[in-house]
């Protein structure tokens, strides 16, 4: 028993969840700071669009438009946005640190650093969502299945923290950590969940192009920082 307590699978497992599972609340907490910033976040969407005009990469209401033509895929991403998302970062952490450990201490920390930035961005940058502008259908809300409109949770939960879309931060660590992990084409696993998600956050109106792509500059920055710093700690045992 006390061997067991004392491993990986002890202990150190408990406090790995509870720092995850803290991080998490602190971040849900911490969404609902933004919640009331109404005119300031339809500001901001309008800025967003203009800004993708700009940029050639307004296409988000064109591509629902198609897509409306075809429920079951729809109906599909809706699904896809509103349950896989934390399932599959959960599972992922885990199988992490069950079968990668000197991996894992790099994915803890780049999962932390971006979900913190991230947190400190929406509470500073509040913007609403495309489902909630001119021209754009709220898919999850029409067709299920139902979020915001369970009781409860549309009173309190910030819903004008569209920038940056964690959902594709979160695909994207996944897709990371599995890339690092295997050679097998179970690395393809974690590309196909990024390219889902991200087709998923736009076709339902919930995240814009550009939401995902600050997710990405954030996700390669926590990656460049931690694979530097480990680098570093390497070097004078290589050097000796």
Known sequence: MSAWWNGRFGRRFILEALLLFSLLTLYRLGRYLGRNQVDVAFQHARDVLDLERRLGLDSEEGLQNVLLHHLSVIRFLNRYYAMVHFPATVAFIVYMY?????????I??????????????QIAFPLAPPRMMAGFVDTVARYGPAIYSRPGVGSVANQYAAMPSLHVGWALIVAYGLWQHTRTSWRWLG??????????????????????????????????????????????????
């Open 108 to 121: 803890r920390v780049i999962f932390i650093s971006v979900t913190a930035v991230a947190l400190v961005m």
């Open 191 to 240: 590309v196909a969940h990024v390219a889902l998600t991200t087709f998923a956050v736009v076709a339902t109106a919930n995240h814009y192009w550009v939401d995902g792509l600050v997710a990405l500059v954030l996700v390669v920055v926590a990656v460049r920082l931690v694979s530097t710093r480990a680098a570093t700690q390497r070097l004078p045992s290589q050097v000796a």
């Open 98 to 106: 069950a079968k990668a450990p000197v991996l894992y201490s790099r």
